[in-house]
């Protein structure tokens, strides 16, 4: 082998040398990019959560509770109501909140607490409500219980409501 040769096989063993770092270097990035990712602060979403539900009751104070469940629901959200099937979509559950508004009952609830999964992307929240009559009787405080699903602008939908 001569010296043009040699130099020339020198040559190719760096761009080959040259080439794997280049592809470490994408492999680094991609996978950094896929598993590197920060993942999203729990207890921020916790609070957010409980402060959609608290949002969620003030709106039904001030407008009403068929306009709160408008703006909070999914539109596959489910209502558990005792001695009910269940009223699923939103379209049923608006049905039924608008006949409880038309007898003029007012419903009230207090979130106490709230907890997210694990992956983040759903939640509970649980408290207690009562409802209050036309005659301003209100009837005993309830515990319910309703399940959130984060959405992708990191919004809460509620998608079951559960009353106990």
């Not at 770092?21 to 680094?28: K, P, Q, S």
């Not at 608006?94 to 106490?112: A, F, K, M, S, Y």
């Not at 694990?118 to 005659?135: L, S």
């Not at 009837?139 to 959405?151: F, M």
Request: charged residues 20%; proline residues 3%; glycine residues 4%.
């Amino acid at each position: 082998m001569n010296e043009i040769e040699k130099v020339s096989a020198f040559d190719q063993n760096i761009m080959l040398y040259l080439l794997l770092l280049v592809l470490m270097g994408v492999v680094v990035v991609l996978f950094q990019s896929c598993y590197g990712q920060k993942k999203p602060d729990k207890e921020k979403l916790r609070q957010a959560l409980i402060d959609t539900d608290r949002a969620f009751a003030a709106l039904a104070q001030t407008e009403s509770y068929k306009q709160a469940f408008i703006q909070h629901a999914a539109d596959n959200a489910v209502l558990l109501r005792p001695n009910s099937l269940p009223l699923e979509g939103k379209e049923a559950a608006e049905q039924w909140i608008q006949g409880l508004e038309n007898n003029q009952n007012v419903i009230t609830w207090t979130p106490r607490t709230a907890e997210v999964a694990q992956m983040v992307d759903i939640g509970y929240t649980y408290g207690t409500y009562f409802i209050t009559g036309a005659n301003g009787n209100k009837s005993q405080e309830t515990p319910y219980v309703a399940i959130w699903k984060r959405q992708n602008d990191n919004t809460w939908q509620r998608i079951v409501d559960a009353e106990m």
